[in-house]
């Protein structure tokens, strides 16, 4: 069956959005009434897709196609979800892969799929239009993050280490590309084509996707202030931490930390 990533796709009309929670044990769906992309806030779930296993993660987005017959395993409670059903012009004629996205670059997604849900409570024409312009904005990203340009393995070496080293430092203030590319042994240049070809964006972009990520995940499960997620987290401060978070979500960090809590 081809993939969805394959060639451009067109979306005739947007069913439905919800949010949902799936209970611990196994749900068999014997075949679906549309496609829909399923964008995973907290917990995880396997899916089965025939012979193929992949596991569901918070960021992650699956693509469900209509038709499509599939198992779910959810191990724990709080398994959370934004579902969008949607029809694509042409799986009328035809069924795709169902598949999970995984790519850092789709956790900006995570906004797009609140303001779909918002738009769709509210439920005018003007809104129900803007929705199908959000969909191909979540197609887009799906389809970006699966681009990928040829490098050779020692360029992905540089690269892998790079992501290992910011995931290791993101909480230090003064860590910035500079310092980065000299412990690589690189210039701050090359190190920026090198992230453009693989991640599709900068170093200091992804330094700052990785620190947003932390900052959601302790907004989610934790109590602490905005002030003391902010220095965890890396931020210079508290007023910079909400000017940088709104930018990346559409959200001040309360303001997450209220809509985040009605999905839980």
Not at 107 to 132: C, H, M, P, R, T
Not at 197 to 217: C, D, F, G, M, Q
Not at 244 to 254: D, L
Request: aromatic fraction near 14%; glycine fraction near 6%; include cysteine.
């Amino acid at each position: 069956m081809p993939d969805i990533c394959e060639g451009q796709l067109y979306i005739s009309e947007v069913l439905s959005v919800y949010k949902g929670t799936s209970s611990k044990g196994h749900t068999h769906i014997q075949s679906r009434h549309s496609d829909s992309f399923v964008f995973v806030l907290t917990g995880e779930a396997t899916y089965f897709f025939g012979n193929r296993k992949m596991k569901a993660e918070p960021g992650n987005i699956l693509f469900l196609a209509g038709g499509s017959m599939y198992d779910i395993d959810v191990p724990c409670e709080n398994f959370t979800h934004i579902h969008v059903n949607f029809n694509f012009r042409e799986s009328e004629a035809r069924t795709f892969d169902c598949n999970i996205f995984k790519s850092e670059t789709l956790a900006s997604a995570e906004s797009d799929f609140i303001n779909l849900y918002k738009k769709w409570q509210i439920g005018s024409i003007a809104d129900k239009v803007g929705s199908v312009a959000l969909v191909y904005g979540i197609y887009y990203k799906i389809i970006a993050s699966e681009s990928y340009s040829y490098i050779d393995s020692s360029q992905k070496n540089y690269i892998n280490n790079a992501v290992e080293i910011i995931h290791r430092s993101f909480g230090n203030p003064e860590f910035d590309v500079e310092g980065l590319a000299d412990c690589l042994g690189l210039s701050s240049v090359h190190l920026r084509r090198l992230f453009k070809k693989t991640h599709n964006t900068s170093p200091i972009k992804y330094l700052t996707s990785v620190r947003v990520e932390k900052a959601k995940e302790l907004l989610r499960y934790s109590e602490r202030s905005v002030n003391e997620i902010s220095e965890i987290c890396g931020f210079a401060s508290g007023y910079y931490f909400s000017r940088v978070f709104k930018a990346e979500t559409g959200f001040t960090p309360t303001q997450y930390r209220s809509i985040i809590g009605d999905y839980m």
